[in-house]
């Protein structure tokens, strides 16, 4: 076998991995979303109503967090971990606050409706997701910083999911 057939295999193998990686962390995080839409009325909790304005205010601030990194992402967006090929590194806007915008997004709604809705179970499916994103993003840091030079600087700079992080 020539050397460059087995580069070629090898490079198989390490995009095979990586699509595997991609899938797993996207499926589990389809399987978290469809959670938190049940309810399980024995883990529900009573709360004074200044906890859900509260939670509600998250919750909209989540959603206004998300929506504006993703408008800032424009064509680089992927709920794969692996970046897109064209794909460009955004670091102002959002992504100047946190590394991750639109994940903080998520936790800080997954965490704002709970509280809103008084739902223990939906606490614990936001804790989930923050645990399946802190790997998500460990993972997905490693090939950005492999992709681009500056990477590791901007990780030093900015917080993983807020800015204090």
């Known amino acids: 076998m020539h050397k460059s057939s087995v580069l070629s295999l090898r490079q198989i193998d390490t995009v095979s991995a990586s699509k595997t990686k991609d899938y797993l962390f996207v499926g589990i995080q389809l399987l978290l979303f469809v959670a938190y839409a049940f309810e399980f009325p024995a883990l529900s909790f009573s709360r004074p109503d200044v906890f859900g304005y509260l939670g509600l205010l998250l919750s909209v601030g989540g959603l206004c967090t998300g929506v504006l990194a993703l408008f800032q992402m424009k064509t680089s967006f992927s709920p794969f971990p692996t970046p897109i090929t064209a794909g460009e590194l955004v670091i102002t806007g959002m992504f100047a606050w946190a ?29 989930s997701l923050g645990v399946l994103f802190y790997f998500k993003s460990s993972y997905e840091e490693q090939l950005l910083s492999a992709r681009y030079p500056g990477y590791q600087d901007y990780q030093k700079e900015v917080g993983r999911f807020f800015r204090w992080s």
């Open 99 to 127: 590394r991750h915008p639109i994940y903080s997004s998520l936790l800080l709604g997954a965490f704002g409706f709970a509280l809103y809705t008084g739902s223990g179970y939906r606490v614990l499916i936001g804790f």
